[in-house]
Structure formats: structure tokens, C-alpha cells
């Protein structure tokens, strides 16, 4: 069954560095969808991204994220310079159809992110 | 906000049917519902969605009450590995927030061997 892989896995970065976390969405899938869950909290949406643009995003996304599709298989968020309180996991979803479509969102395993 | 009500927790033996509540009394008729679960330490997974009619997969059955304000997500035959959180969430599919799904505390289910 196709899914959503994430990378990497954990990664630990310095306060103040940039980060890059990785996603491959599901190959025919035209949605995609970053969110986090702050250790014992809820899981947040984040962002969503159609035809390269973002389409919909939350008060959590502000200047210092960015999401970028590199390529034909690649979904990226970017962290400009993390703070402690950046310290999640965070998950990477796609799905065939958007916010008038009823699929469903698939999601990735996340990555931990741990800011030092 | 999310739109649900669930339990916070639930118990079920294995080998018999986990029948998991959500109240969505607010719940309008654009509005979509899907059942997700979270295994520790993984990534959210889908298990079913239904708008009013009662839906069944492989993993589980939903029974969307008639007048659609509540929610029943069967899981047949339940086993240890079914021991998860289990989130119902509300989408709406119009209006200017259609794309994100929100999260609420959901229920644990543990099932019990």
C-alpha cells in the first residue's frame, strides 16, 4: 500500500539553526499537509499546499516557516531559525483531493524534531 | 476548536468489538466525518469517513446516526494491536478552512488480552 515517508526519522538541532524536514507524498496524490504534535498535546495543522501555493495555513506558520515543493516527489518544511519551543513531531500528510474533495489525508511517520 | 465529543478512555477485551462514541451535534450537511487513529509514537492513520450513510473497510464499520449528530466507529474483532488513541474529526467541505483537519484529545482504547 503506498505511503507517506518522512526524513529523517529524529533530528537534533542547535537553537537558532535552520532545519529542513522531508516528505514523499503518496506519488499520485495533488495534496499536501505538514502538522505537529507537541509531546503530550494535540496534533496542529500547520499548513496546506496545492499547485504550488500554500492554500490554507495557521497561526502556528508564520515568517519563520516556509514549505516548498523541489521537485516532482519532494515536500519540504523549513524552520529558518528554531526555538525551543519548536521541539515536536511533526508530520507530513497528503491526499487526492482537497478542500472540496472528501478523500482522506494519509500521514507520514513525522520526525522528531528536538531543539538543544 | 474541534467540532467532537469523545471519551477520553475505553477498555475492551480482545477478540471482542471496540465500539467507539462521537457527539458532532453541531455537525452541518457539507460537513464530512473521519475516524483516524495514533499508535505511540506514530503518525495519524485513516481508518474510515462517511458523510451519512453507514460505511464499512476493511478495518472498521461507521454507523452515522440518522440525524447525523453522532457517530459509532466499530472495530469488529479487536485486538492488542488495535490499543490506540482514536480521533473523529469533523471537515467541512466548503468555506474558507476546508483543507486542514483539526485534532481533538480523542479516546484511548486499550484492549485488554
Known amino acids: 500500500e503506498p505511503e507517506v515517508t518522512q526524513t529523517p526519522s529524529h533530528q537534533v538541532t542547535q537553537m537558532g539553526q535552520e532545519v529542513i524536514l522531508r516528505c514523499v507524498p503518496i506519488?499520485?496524490?495533488?495534496?499536501f499537509y505538514w502538522y505537529r504534535q507537541i509531546l503530550g498535546q494535540k496534533v496542529e495543522f500547520l499548513v496546506s499546499f496545492y499547485n504550488n501555493e500554500i492554500s490554507e495555513k495557521s497561526e502556528i506558520f508564520d515568517d519563520q516557516f516556509s514549505v516548498e515543493r523541489p521537485d516532482g516527489s519532494n515536500f519540504t518544511l523549513k524552520i529558518r531559525s528554531t526555538k525551543l519551543e519548536d521541539s515536536a513531531m511533526y508530520f507530513c500528510a497528503s491526499s487526492a483531493t482537497g478542500g472540496r474533495g472528501n478523500q482522506p489525508q494519509h500521514f507520514g511517520d513525522g520526525t522528531r524534531l528536538s531543539i538543544l | 476548536d474541534a467540532k467532537t465529543t469523545q471519551p477520553p478512555s475505553m477498555d475492551c477485551a480482545e477478540g471482542r468489538a471496540a465500539n467507539l462514541p462521537c457527539n458532532h451535534s453541531a455537525i452541518s450537511g457539507n460537513e464530512y466525518v473521519y475516524w483516524y487513529r495514533q499508535i505511540h509514537s506514530q503518525g495519524p492513520q485513516y481508518i474510515i469517513h462517511?458523510?451519512?450513510n453507514n460505511e464499512t473497510n476493511e478495518m472498521a464499520s461507521l454507523i452515522i446516526t440518522e440525524d447525523r449528530k453522532s457517530s459509532t466507529l466499530i472495530l469488529p474483532h479487536a485486538t492488542l494491536r488495535d490499543t490506540a488513541v482514536y480521533y473523529c474529526i469533523v471537515r467541512s467541505l466548503s468555506g474558507g478552512s476546508n483543507y486542514k483537519l483539526t485534532f481533538g484529545k480523542g479516546t484511548l482504547l486499550t484492549v485488554n488480552p
Open positions: 506519488s499520485n496524490h495533488l495534496y
Open positions: 462517511g458523510l451519512k
